[in-house]
C-alpha cells in the first residue's frame, strides 16, 4: 500500500485546528483500536475514491511481531482479532476497507493536509459511534509513525445509491405484464426492502440524535 512518506508538518498546522491534531495519538492512547503500520496492511481492489481520500478493500493483514512490542496487550489483541477475520468464511470475501489519502496528492502539500485532517476527523467521529446500522472503525496507523494516517472500518455490502438504483431497475420491471399473484408478491418483496433500508436509517438517525 502507498502512503505520501513526506508531509510538510508546518503546513499542516496552519492548516488543521491544535484540537485536530493529535485525534490519531488520543485514539490510539485512550480507544485501544487495532493499530497497524502501513506495511502490514495488505490492500486489495479500489471501493471509491473522493476529492482527497481514497477506500480499498483489505486483503489480509501481515502481522509484525517487531511492531507489536511497541504496544499494549490489549492493541496487540485487536490487531489480532482483525487479522483472523480479515477473510470472511466461507465465501472468502474481504471484511474491512482502509482509507487514506489518495497517493497524487503528495504533489500538493494542501490538499494531503486537507485529506489528513479530513480522516482524523473521520476517525474521532467514529470512534465514539456503537449502532448497528453505523460502519464501526476497527484500526488506524501506529502513532508516531512518519507519514502513515489512514484508517480501517467494516466494508460495506453496498451503498444506498446501489439501493436506489435497484430499485429503481425493481420499478421498471413491476411495469411488465405477469400473472396478478406474481406481481402482488413481487410488489410486496420490493416494499419490504425498502422499508427494512428506511428503518435502519432512521435507527442509525435516532441514536446520532440520542
Same mark, same amino acid.
Given at each position: 500500500m502507498y502512503l505520501p512518506s513526506a508531509v510538510d508538518e508546518t503546513e499542516c498546522n496552519r492548516i488543521q485546528s491544535p484540537s485536530e491534531e493529535l485525534a490519531f495519538q488520543e485514539m490510539a492512547l485512550h480507544d485501544d483500536p487495532a493499530l497497524f503500520d502501513t506495511e502490514e496492511v495488505v490492500v486489495g481492489n479500489q471501493l471509491g475514491r473522493g476529492g482527497f481520500c481514497t477506500v480499498h478493500?483489505?486483503? =489480509?493483514?501481515?502481522? =509484525?511481531?517487531?511492531? +507489536? /512490542?511497541?504496544?499494549? +496487550? =490489549?492493541?496487540? +489483541?485487536? /490487531? +489480532?482479532?482483525l487479522a483472523f477475520n480479515a477473510r470472511n468464511a466461507p465465501q472468502n470475501e474481504s471484511r474491512y476497507a482502509v482509507k487514506f489519502p489518495r497517493p497524487d496528492l503528495v504533489s500538493n502539500p494542501k490538499k494531503l493536509c486537507a485529506a489528513i485532517k479530513d480522516i482524523q476527523r473521520e476517525s474521532r467521529i467514529l470512534s465514539v459511534l456503537n449502532h448497528e446500522n453505523i460502519v464501526k472503525l476497527r484500526g488506524c496507523a501506529i502513532p508516531g509513525q512518519e507519514g502513515q494516517f489512514f484508517i480501517i472500518m467494516d466494508q460495506l455490502d453496498g451503498t444506498l445509491l446501489h439501493l436506489v438504483e435497484k430499485w429503481r431497475f425493481q420499478a421498471e420491471k413491476l411495469k411488465e405484464p405477469r400473472p396478478a399473484l406474481f406481481g402482488i408478491q413481487l410488489q410486496h418483496a420490493v416494499l419490504v426492502d425498502r422499508l427494512q433500508v428506511a428503518t435502519e436509517i432512521a435507527f442509525a438517525i435516532e441514536y446520532l440524535h440520542g
Open positions: 478493500q483489505v486483503d =489480509s493483514f501481515q502481522v =509484525s511481531e517487531i511492531n +507489536a /512490542r511497541k504496544l499494549t +496487550a =490489549s492493541q496487540v +489483541a485487536a /490487531r +489480532a482479532v
